[in-house]
């Protein structure tokens, strides 16, 4: 479903709303191309159906996905915001970091760094689900569990993924030596 939304600096851009699952919940995107407007969980369908980007789909199905392909449309408030958010998108599929470790490289403090991701309007487009607490997980919302969900998928699926990738490519039957 397509509809008018207005985003950061006043320009009104056509957005598509879609949703797809994942274990329990109804993830709902709103993005343009490359774009994402804005990522949302849900326990209750969204009133308007739709696609989602298919590296979302992809990533939620536990399928290998690349979602550095899509990119957040808005602008952070402010550069400590940028620099957060950029840092946090540097951490690779299947693991995780601190919010003290995300604090110490961009030179604040962690809960600056908490602010940042309960404020993050696209989670997975910006992995926020993989800084975790000192000595715990921190928080996730709308659900905790979202999170813990989204880092065991992501462990269990990162093995995989590595083994897949330790094989070369099978030679052609008949191919000559």
């Known amino acids: 479903m397509q509809y008018r939304f207005i985003c950061n600096g006043g320009e009104e851009v056509e957005v598509i709303s879609g949703f797809t699952r994942f274990e329990l919940w109804f993830v ?14 849900s326990r209750t369908r969204p009133p308007e159906e739709g696609p989602v980007p298919y590296q ?26 940028a620099e957060i958010y950029r840092e946090v998108s540097s951490i690779p599929y ?14 604040t403090g962690p809960r600056v760094v908490g602010q940042a991701m309960a404020r993050n309007p696209v989670p997975l487009i910006i992995p926020c689900h993989r800084v ?31 083994k897949k990738s330790d094989f070369s490519a099978p030679r052609n039957q008949g191919e000559d030596s």
């Open 28 to 41: 709902e995107v709103l993005w343009s191309g490359d774009r994402v407007y804005r990522v949302r969980f």
């Open 94 to 107: 299947g693991e995780t970091a601190t919010y003290g470790e995300i604090a110490f490289r961009v030179g």
């Open 56 to 81: 979302v789909q992809q990533y939620l199905s536990g399928r290998s996905a690349d979602l550095s392909q899509l990119k957040p449309a808005f602008s952070p408030p402010g550069a400590l915001y």
């Open 132 to 162: 975790v607490a000192k000595k715990g997980l921190g928080g996730f919302s709308p659900d905790l569990e979202i999170k813990v969900r989204l880092l065991s998928m992501e462990q269990k699926n990162k093995k995989r993924f590595m």
